[in-house]
């Protein structure tokens, strides 16, 4: 006698669940990154041993340590994150796209990464409907404290990074800012690695690796407020 009715409450909540799951997708808040810069000065860039010359690039000055791709997509993923924890919003990146239908990204020449989305506001706002737009920018330069090597040698380098980042409405109103230095990288630690079919020998400058986990420490550092 109570078979129906308790199929029917069944039935009634499974579609009241479904209903608020639709809802709360609806109004959940979204963003792009439309401009991620990472650069590097050339006095920390460093040149590296390949088994394979499977990729190169000349930065106008010489042919200078690459980031694996593997690098390429955690420094984008670490920005989603860190943009999304602190928007309450779901990030990605959001790229121009060519006359040719393939992604606009920075091209990895005068010690910038490649692969970064490399869009304007104007075009991000008029291809994508979101309620947050990024633009992120991370700079390495000399000036701070060595980094105490693995075998007790300090770097002949002394990184300093600047961080800024500001967020924007699609009506261009600031939603939130912030800005970030760091002197201090004499804990981090270089290592040699073997990545695929690269094998990177790391000197007294930065390798990759190393660059990567100072843009994780700038991150962190920056949307610490």
Known sequence: MKTPYIFSLIGLL???GNSLNAQNDANSKKGGIYLLYVHMSDDLTTEYKKTNNSRTFLN???ESAIFPDNLLD????RAEMFC???LQADVTCIYKMSKKGKQVTSIGA????????AN???NAVANSDLDYYVRLSIMMHPGGKPIIFNNGNESLIKPVVDGYIKVFDEAKN???????????FSTLRSTSSTDGDITVTVSETL?????FMIYERTLIELFNE
């Not at 005068?110 to 989305?117: L, Y």
Request: proline fraction near 5%; glycine fraction near 12%.
């Open 120 to 122: 304007t506001f104007k």
């Open 60 to 62: 106008g000055y010489s």
């Open 207 to 211: 390798g990759p690796e190393d660059i």
């Open 14 to 16: 499974l579609f009241g």
């Open 174 to 184: 600031v939603v939130w800012k912030n800005s970030a230095t760091l002197k201090d």
């Open 110 to 117: 005068n010690g910038e990464i490649e692969g970064m989305p």
């Open 74 to 77: 955690s420094v984008k993923v």
């Open 84 to 86: 999304s924890e602190k």
